[in-house]
């Protein structure tokens, strides 16, 4: 079976500082993973995804995330975040035949 | 605007109704996914359809079912519905077969009374 854990439910970050939001996952077959952002009633987008290759991902946005095969990990990290940065953020995993999302991160920009 | 589009925006029912959700996939996309969004139980996927075709199942109670027309369009339909029914349902299309990149429509807030 797979999961994904997301270690932070809520991350507070002022404007301009970095942020990282942690994901794990567990699984026994090889995955694909993702990070999507869901801005206030709105669907989620795609911010970036890890197939294969460099495991330095950079996606939308400025952000960017990290593979770690051995740490079972895909932070997402951002060097300076925005006010319009303020959202969830939805770490997932993906087989041949499901999807399996984390409970999400809520990030809260502070101006 | 991800060129997914969901109707109705919003459905307030009763205990014991039936509902249709509606979602029409971007243009050139054959995959259709729905899931199920509640503050309990996070982001769940329910089912995929592929070209008209059951791709995939996940979640999906058997008093939900889905469908996806020739033209692509898809419906979900809920029955006998229940308080713990209420919830966000998105739908999400791709051009292929995978879960490789989805992109969500606005989604459809069911309120059940």
């Known amino acids: 079976a797979q999961s994904v854990t997301q270690l932070d439910s809520q991350v507070p970050v002022f404007e301009e500082a970095p942020v990282e939001l942690r994901c794990n996952y567990s699984s026994s077959v090889s995955v694909y993973l993702f990070w999507y952002v869901q801005y206030p009633n709105q669907g989620l987008q795609l911010l970036l995804k890890?197939?294969?290759?460099?495991?330095l991902v950079k996606g939308i946005n400025g952000f960017e995330a990290e593979f770690n095969k051995s740490q079972t990990s895909f932070h997402l990290r951002k060097p300076s975040v925005h006010i319009s940065d303020t959202a969830e953020y939805f770490c997932?995993?993906?087989?041949?035949?499901?999807?399996?999302f984390g409970p999400g991160t809520s990030l809260s920009v502070i101006p | 605007d991800s060129g997914v589009t969901q109707t109705p925006k919003h459905l307030i029912t009763a205990t014991g109704q039936r509902v249709t959700l509606r979602c029409s996939p971007r243009s050139g996309d054959l995959s259709v996914y729905w899931y199920q969004q509640s503050l309990d139980q996070g982001l769940q996927f329910l089912i995929q359809y592929y070209n008209g075709e059951e791709r995939a199942k996940g979640n999906i109670l058997e008093r939900f079912s889905a469908q996806q027309f020739p033209d692509l369009h898809s419906e979900l339909n809920l029955s006998s519905l229940e308080l713990g029914d209420s919830a966000l349902y998105f739908c999400?299309?791709?051009?292929?077969?995978?879960?490789?990149?989805?992109?969500f429509g606005p989604g459809t807030r069911l309120t059940v009374l």
């Open positions: 999400a299309s791709s051009v292929a077969g995978g879960f490789n990149e989805q992109f």
């Open positions: 890890y197939l294969s290759g460099s495991t």
């Open positions: 997932a995993l993906t087989t041949y035949d499901k999807v399996i």
